[in-house]
């Protein structure tokens, strides 16, 4: 400690750089993993918000609500308790003439049934009247009020904005939660449909009547549309930024330690052990990681305060926790790479030179 | 019985055509309580002879004893406690840690030996007899040559030790300086009972010594 001290205290240039370096790289990953997270967590905040085990659709449809038709038929066996919500999915294009277009999913609900139950309002009330909608807060933050009216899908039926919900969304557009009958208005034309889907609470609830499938909810948020592919990019991305932190830490170590070999060589002629070196050279680094990690976590708290709402970041515990073991981890390995060439330092080599 | 002892020591480098004797059959003795300078020609092998008799490396062949201990076999961490507790090195040059303050050159071997360092007194006269009393706080970059040299000598002492290994100590001294070091050496040897083993092309140094020998192509010769 000692020795790693004085010497980045000695050196603060040559130090501060691969500080700046290694908060760089930082700063980075903790952005790119809350973009990730925040991202996945568009795609799933409704599925999660109701709290959904089991989802029922119709089997030809791929796994995808918004595609799923459940008919009269389909559901005619049906028993469902407090834990199962019916439900209807169809994307809108909602209009108003003073407010900017928002591209949306219609969901419809029952009143009677969890889904509508749960409903976490912001502002405003529950919808009571088929006409009445409750919407996502990204409305909100796009400029909607308390009583607008929408236009869907250019229907000639305006509904009303009584509420805003948070946590609404699906497959990263904003919720409009309606009426199950409003939905089959919206998807005119479908004898017979009664709803897109049922959503259960209870992990094992099966229902596979006619054309109905029961899935898991894991596999339902796997084939949500891009999702799969969306989160393995970021990881990928991550990955990567691991890998090259690691390799950056690990020359620069390396690179440093090749131009102190003379010092090792006059601190072992005078009687250093080698194990107080490699200490030093390991405690250094872990002190370079863990100053630039702070600055890196400082400029993201920063960041998340500055940025707008409608950036999908979500700068969570689990990432500061990760993000800085990881950080540490290569910072250790990095440095752990030229403890080879300390431990053969000759100290003969520190006379005559 | 000698502090250092070297019996038919020789030390080759390389192999084939490359193959350096560096050091051939030398025998040699340096007891406590004396000055002993080694003087001789570039490249007569003097900086090869001080690195075998403070257990920087080892011999081709023979034997080295310290304190009647032969050294040939021990551990590379044994030798390097050998080094920590018994013997002070001065080396040629660039012997100072470049980020550490003089003083903090102190501290380093008080973070690794715990026990029987000299006292802050005993420290403080010394800085003042080498002239370097109020530089303790500066870097090395900070210092002339002498002034680095004087602090390496400060620094080799600091742990105690029996035995002080100096090569060069006077390179970038003048006659002034050349003189309050040998006078200092010579007092080392005589009130604290060390033995002090100074390699040198320095003449000025001659009338601080107990015993002069010459090297020459590796071997070497008793003058004095
Ligand atoms: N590590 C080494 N590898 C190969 N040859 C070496 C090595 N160290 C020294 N030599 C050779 O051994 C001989 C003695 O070198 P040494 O450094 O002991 O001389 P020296 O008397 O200290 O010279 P100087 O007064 O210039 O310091 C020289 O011929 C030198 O080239
Ligand atoms: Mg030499």
Redesign the interface.
């Known amino acids: 400690m000692f020795l790693a001290i004085k010497e980045i205290k000695r050196e603060k240039l040559r130090y501060g750089l691969i500080i700046l370096m290694i908060f760089l790289i930082s700063y980075l990953i903790f952005i790119l993993s809350s973009l990730a997270v925040g991202l996945a967590s568009e795609n799933t905040q409704a599925i999660e918000s109701w709290d959904a085990k089991q989802v029922v659709l119709n089997k030809n449809a791929n796994v995808s609500m918004s595609q799923s038709l459940l008919t009269k038929d389909d559901l005619s066996k049906t028993k469902l308790t407090k834990n199962e919500a019916l439900l209807g999915q169809t994307p809108v294009v909602a209009k108003n003439s003073n407010r900017p277009q928002v591209s949306a999913q219609f969901i419809g609900v029952k009143k009677d049934q969890f889904i509508y139950d749960d409903q976490e309002l912001i502002a405003g009330r529950k919808a009571k009247k088929d006409r009445e909608v409750v919407v996502d807060q990204a409305f909100q933050t796009k400029g909607y009020k308390l009583g607008d009216k929408l236009e869907l899908n250019g229907s000639a039926n305006k509904y009303r904005i009584v509420g805003f919900v948070k946590n609404a969304k699906i497959n990263i557009a904003p919720i409009i939660y309606g009426s199950l009958a409003s939905w089959r208005k919206l998807r005119q034309g479908m004898p017979n449909i009664k709803a897109s889907a049922i959503i259960s609470r209870n992990a094992n609830y099966s229902y596979n009547h006619a054309n109905s499938k029961t899935y898991p909810i894991a596999q339902f948020i796997k084939k949500l549309p891009g999702y799969t592919a969306q989160n393995m990019t970021f990881q990928l991305m991550i990955g990567f930024l691991f890998v090259i932190s690691l390799i950056i830490i690990a020359v620069f170590l390396y690179i440093l330690t090749m131009q102190k070999m003379h010092n090792f060589a006059v601190m072992r002629a005078q009687g250093i052990p080698s194990r107080t070196l490699v200490a030093a050279t390991v405690s250094q680094s872990v002190i370079l990681v863990v100053v630039g990690v702070i600055i890196g976590l400082a400029a993201m708290w920063l960041t998340a305060k500055v940025l707008p709402a409608a950036v999908p970041m979500s700068f969570t515990p689990q990432i500061i926790l990760s993000g800085t073991c990881g950080m540490l981890l290569t910072g250790i390995i990095g440095s752990l790479i030229p403890v080879r060439s300390i431990l053969k330092v000759d100290p003969a080599k520190a006379i005559g030179e | 019985m000698a502090v250092i002892e070297l019996k038919n020591v020789q030390k080759v480098y390389g192999t084939g055509a490359a193959e350096v004797q560096a050091l051939k059959q030398i025998d040699f003795k340096a007891n406590e309580g004396k000055v002993v300078l080694i003087m001789g020609p570039s490249g007569a092998g003097k900086?090869t002879f001080?690195?075998i008799a403070?257990s920087?490396?080892k011999p081709t062949s023979g034997q080295v004893y310290i304190n009647g201990e032969d050294i040939a076999n021990i551990s590379?961490?044994q030798s390097?406690?050998?080094?920590?507790?018994q013997?002070g090195?001065v080396?040629?040059?660039?012997?100072?840690?470049?980020?550490?303050t003089v003083k903090?050159q102190f501290?380093?071997?008080d973070?690794?030996?715990k026990q029987g360092n000299l006292d802050q007194a005993i420290m403080d006269k010394l800085l003042e007899q080498l002239g370097i009393a109020g530089l303790i706080n500066k870097?090395p970059s900070e210092l002339s040559g002498g002034q680095q040299q004087r602090a390496a000598i400060a620094?080799a002492l600091y742990?105690n030790p029996k035995i002080l290994l100096a090569?060069e100590p006077t390179a970038s001294l003048d006659s002034k300086n050349v003189d309050e070091v040998g006078q200092l050496f010579k007092n080392l040897a005589q009130n604290y009972q060390k033995a002090v083993i100074l390699v040198t092309h320095d003449p000025r140094l001659e009338k601080y010594a107990d015993h002069i020998y010459e090297m020459m192509d590796g071997e070497m010769i008793k003058k004095q």
């Open positions: 900086s001080l690195t403070g920087l490396q590379a961490k390097n406690a050998l080094r920590l507790n013997i090195f080396l040629q040059a660039y012997n100072l840690i470049p980020f550490l903090e501290e380093l071997v973070h690794v030996k870097y620094r742990a090569d």
